[in-house]
């Protein structure tokens, strides 16, 4: 039980166009999602909070118009990067909260802007 | 939210016990203890979680001192596969539900 799926795990992009990485929870709810981002050989940096119905909450110095966090329903959470750039090429990976303050993270997905 | 201090690196061979500590000198009331493991390309995996004193289960043991100012993570009998980075994450309490804020991790080497 307490799965996360995240899609697509990797892709590739040109410069200046925008990718969309989804986080589902499978098998339970969550109204509160959470995505990082993480470099080579760093540690995983929380950019933001995922909140089922409501405005995305924002880490310091994380561009929230960059950024574009969308959390429609209790199961899925998207994150978009805008406009992407050499910069963004990263690894980003969302986690769920399943209770009992236990996160349960998905997989994550390698972009790379070309 | 409380900050944790790990060692950056530990080795071990195979077969061994080992230990990992973690300080967290500003943990909360409310606040869990939670470990992580997390293989290259991949997103982390729940350890073992707990709150104060000894939990077990088939994969680890934690070690919660009474001040809980400090943890430990105990695997037994490494193998190669447990070669990965190991995060403690101290939170969850006083709603702050799920925010965690990761260190730096502990890299493992696990040699034969």
């Known amino acids: 039980g307490a799965v996360v799926s995240q899609h697509p795990s990797w892709v590739i992009c040109k410069s200046g166009t925008s990718v969309k990485i989804e986080c589902r929870s499978l098998?339970?709810?969550?109204?509160?999602m959470f995505w990082y981002r993480q470099f080579p050989k760093q540690s995983l940096m929380l950019m933001a909070t995922s909140n089922e119905g409501s405005k995305a909450t924002y880490e310091q110095g994380v561009e929230k118009d960059k950024f574009l966090i969308n959390h429609a329903s209790l199961t899925l959470s998207t994150l978009t990067v805008t406009s992407a750039h050499p910069e963004d090429s990263s690894f980003y990976i969302c986690?769920?909260?399943?209770?009992?303050?236990?996160?349960?993270f998905g997989a994550g997905s390698r972009l790379t802007v070309l | 939210l409380a900050k944790t201090t790990q060692p950056i690196s530990m080795d071990s061979y195979e077969g061994q016990e080992v230990n990992i500590t973690c300080s967290h000198n500003?943990?909360?009331?409310?606040?869990?203890i939670t470990w992580y493991q997390q293989f290259p390309s991949q997103g982390p995996r729940f350890i073992i979680q707990?709150?104060?004193t000894k939990v077990t289960n088939e994969v680890a043991s934690l070690f919660i001192p009474a001040d809980r100012k400090s943890s430990t993570l105990s695997l037994p009998r490494v193998s190669l596969s447990d070669t990965a980075v190991y995060y403690c994450?101290?939170?969850?309490?006083?709603?702050?539900?799920?925010?965690?804020?990761f260190g730096q991790g502990t890299t493992l080497q696990v040699k034969p």
């Open positions: 500003n943990i909360a009331t409310n606040d869990y």
């Open positions: 707990g709150y104060k």
């Open positions: 986690s769920a909260d399943r209770g009992a303050n236990v996160l349960t």
């Open positions: 098998d339970f709810q969550a109204t509160t």
């Open positions: 994450l101290v939170g969850g309490g006083s709603g702050n539900t799920g925010k965690l804020i």
